[in-house]
């Protein structure tokens, strides 16, 4: 099981930026790397995922806006935020999760606040 801790989360004003970090306690270069948010009231969402081979893909609501990476050899992963808005408000999650594991499972992080006031 991989340890995952997120930290970058904040309160930022509608417009900003936000530089969201994912630490893990092992090596992550077998591991296909995620952010996914929950709201509140509303249910986990997908919102970035990286594969092994650093293909990417975003949910609509935040393409061109966020920007995930990875960093193999410090075990880490970022999600880069800018033009963020009211509705990006949520809990920010890290999962990492193996080639055979379905999209959802895997490990989590303990999830990092993000705020945009309006």
């Known amino acids: 099981q991989v340890q995952l801790v997120e930290s970058g989360g904040g309160l930022v004003q509608t417009g900003g930026s936000l530089r969201l970090s994912c630490a893990a306690s092992?090596?992550?270069?077998?591991?296909?790397m995620s952010w996914y948010r929950q709201a509140p009231g509303k249910q986990r969402e997908l919102v970035a995922v990286?594969?092994?081979?650093?293909?990417?893909e975003y949910a609509d609501s935040v393409k061109g806006r966020f920007t995930i990476s990875r960093d193999n050899a410090k075990n880490t992963v970022s999600l880069e935020m800018i033009s963020l808005k009211p509705e990006d408000t949520a809990v920010y999650y890290c999962?990492?999760?193996?080639?055979?594991?379905?999209?959802?499972?895997?490990?989590w992080g303990q999830g990092t606040q993000v705020i945009v006031s309006s």
């Open positions: 999962n990492a999760r193996l080639p055979l594991q379905r999209e959802g499972s895997g490990s």
């Open positions: 092992t090596k992550i270069f077998m591991y296909t």
């Open positions: 990286i594969s092994r081979g650093t293909s990417t």
